[in-house]
T-cell receptor, first 114, second 111 residues
Framework: GAGVSQSPSNKVTEKGKDVELRCDPISGHTALYWYRQSLGQGLEFLIY????????KSGLPSDRFSAERTGGSVSTLTIQRTQQEDSAVYLC????????????FGPGTRLTVT | DAKTTQPTSMDCAEGRAANLPCNHS???????VYWYRQIHSQGPQYIIHGLKNNETNEMASLIITEDRKSSTLILPHATLRDTAVYYC????????????FGAGTTVTVRA
């Protein structure tokens, strides 16, 4: 079946602009996660959704970052007034439920802020 | 993940079995062993997990020692596309859903 998809695959933006990153999880997966991975670094948790609710936003680095999920499916991560330190690969994952660690990842969006 | 220890790197020959060790001597009774891998420029990929019994799926086999202090991921017939960083983590099946990886093992499959 279809896996997790993300768009765009690459995004280059100028400092100060807003960007939106999209994630389509696996159908039927109620849990959705956003992570980011900087060059050569490990995974950094950003936010977790259960259905349309985000019980854990603790990883969002600043109030410039926000995310929403609609219809228990598609999620959008928005970064306002982008900064160069926001450059990273943004990864989305989904799982059947939060307690299951079989998280299935999308290919990621590589964000470059110039 | 600080709870696991893996070799930094290993090479294996294409078509041969690749055996990737992982030590997790402080594993708790309710913690599972999970394996993920990350191929260059791709997102992490779930491979397999187990609690105490050996497990096999279409990608790999997981052998867990009786005392559960170590495990081995086996890729039965390694291909060049299996070249990746492999991560072994231990997690309880709870609401601790934030995945984090240690340095992992960089596996290079050579023709």
């Amino acid at each position: 079946g279809a896996g997790v998809s993300q768009s765009p695959s690459n995004k280059v933006t100028e400092k100060g602009k807003d960007v939106e990153l999209r994630c389509d999880p696996i159908s039927g997966h109620t849990a959705l996660y956003w992570y980011r991975q900087s060059l050569g670094q490990g995974l950094e948790f950003l936010i977790y959704f259960q259905g349309n609710s985000a019980p854990d936003k603790s990883g969002l680095p600043s109030d410039r970052f926000s995310a929403e999920r609609t219809g228990g499916s598609v999620s959008t991560l928005t970064i306002q007034r982008t900064q160069q330190e926001d450059s990273a690969v943004y990864l989305c994952a989904s799982s059947l439920a939060a307690a299951l660690h079989e998280q299935y990842f999308g290919p990621g969006t590589r964000l470059t802020v110039t | 993940d600080a709870k696991t220890t893996q070799p930094t790197s290993m090479d294996c020959a294409e078509g041969r079995a690749a055996n990737l060790p992982c030590n997790h001597s402080t594993i708790s009774g309710n913690e599972y062993v999970y394996w993920y891998r990350q191929i260059h420029s791709q997102g992490p990929q779930y491979i397999i997990h187990g609690l105490k019994n050996n497990e096999t799926n279409e990608m790999a086999s997981l052998i867990i020692t009786e005392d559960r202090k170590s495990s081995t991921l086996i890729l039965p017939h390694a291909t060049l596309r299996d070249t990746a960083v492999y991560y072994c983590i231990v997690r309880a099946r709870s609401n601790d859903y934030k995945l984090s990886f240690g340095a992992g093992t960089t596996v290079t499959v050579r023709a």
